[in-house]
Structure formats: C-alpha cells, structure tokens
C-alpha cells in the first residue's frame, strides 16, 4: 500500500474547462465521485486530491502550493503568474483565442482604429502587452467578467475576450474583428517542481504517463 501522500490537483468547478478535465483524468482509469458540489475529495484507486474552485483562482493556487498542479487555460497562466509556473503539459482541448470585437456595425480597419480607444477586458496584461509590441496605445478597462456588455452600456468601444464558438458575441451584437492570441488547456506545476524527486513529484510522473497515453490515444 502506498503512502498517505497525495498529489493535489486544482480543477476548475464549472465552465468550459471543468468537464473535459475531468474526462481526461477518469480516462486515465482513476475513478472519484461525482458529486461537484464537493470543493475536495480525492480519487478511490490513485494518490490524488482534487480541488474545485474558479479556473481564474488556479495559477495562484498552485504558485503558492495550495494544489502542486492545475489543468487552466494558457490564457489564465499567461495573464497571471507566468513566471512562477511551468507547464507540465499541452492538453490540447479547450481551444479558444483571445480576440478583438467590435458593435456589429462599426467600421474597423485595423488594429490603429484602436489607438487612444477604450477596450474592455479581464486579459490586461495579455492585451497590454500585444498592444505595445504592435505599437498601440489605447485605453484598456479591466473588467473581471460580462465583458461583452461593456460596449452597450457605454462603458467601451471595443472589447478584448475569449472566443470558443463565438456564440457570445452574436448574442451579444459584436463582431470578432482581429484575433490576437490562442489558448488551450495545459497541465501546470510550480517552477522546480518536476525535478524535486518528492513523494509527490513521483505520483505526477505516473499520472503523466498516462495522461501521455490518454492523448495518444485521441490523437
Ligand atoms: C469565455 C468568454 C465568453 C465565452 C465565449 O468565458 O469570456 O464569455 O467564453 O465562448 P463562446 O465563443 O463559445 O460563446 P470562460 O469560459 O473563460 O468563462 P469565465 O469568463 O467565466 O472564466
Ligand atoms: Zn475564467
Ligand atoms: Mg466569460
């Protein structure tokens, strides 16, 4: 029998990533409950703890070792604490980009159009930093979330947001008119992790093994 230690894995609670993470995980053959009201609970036949919680709140959870790993968007990771982080692996699902969208029927004509504009987003330092490489100055409002609603309540001219299916912005009279970055789901550890040789450390390399043979598999 194995020892108490477990690896901790932060997944996010509900949204896109949630059921998909989940998927891969009970692909590898470990089997949990499924009761997702349950913010902890730990899998029956593999050392593993899950952690439910705001796939916003992931990459700090794990720079700070609450979890030693999370399954997050490459967009949450390099908008929060990138360099704290390092990704173990590209999962590959939940594909989506971080795109530029305007009203329906304002004209756009390129990426200058939003020089000394207001854009709406919860990506800022994402935006922030294309903006500049791409020599724009425009003026970028941090929203936490209903970015899409910010252009009709006056509150900017354009907005910077993820789009999967792009459902949310034709509901919402908006246009996608300049994708600007694309992100997928990846496995992080803190930085180091993976060569301390610990107990945990351990427990990931047999997980990723199969987690490896999981997407081979889909591949
Ligand atoms: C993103 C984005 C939109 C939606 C777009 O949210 O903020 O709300 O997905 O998807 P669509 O193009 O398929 O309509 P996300 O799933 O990251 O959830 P969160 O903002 O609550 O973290
Ligand atoms: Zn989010
Ligand atoms: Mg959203």
Known sequence: MEGTERLRLAVQKTGRLSEKS???????????????????????????????????????????GVADIGIVGRNELDERCPDDLEIVRDLGFAQCR?????????????????????????????????????????????????????????????????????????????????PLYSSTAVMVSRQGFMSEASPRQVILERLLLRIDSVIRAKS
Not at 25 to 54: M, Q, T, W, Y
């Open 98 to 178: 971080l795109s530029v969208a305007v009203p329906r029927d304002f004209p756009y004509g390129g990426l200058q159009w939003l020089a000394g504009k207001r854009i709406a987003t919860s990506y800022p330092n994402i935006l922030g930093r294309i903006l500049e490489e791409r020599g724009v100055t425009a003026k970028i409002c941090y929203l936490s979330g209903s970015v899409e609603i910010a252009p009709a309540a006056g509150i900017a001219d354009a907005i910077c947001d993820l789009v999967s299916s792009g459902t949310t912005l034709l509901m919402n009279g908006l246009r996608e008119v300049e």
């Open 22 to 64: 989940l998927e891969i995980i009970a692909g590898c053959g470990i089997s949990f409950g499924s009761d997702s009201r349950l913010l902890k609970e730990h899998a029956r036949n593999f050392p593993l703890e899950f952690l439910f919680v705001r796939d916003d709140d992931i990459p700090a959870y794990v720079r700070d």
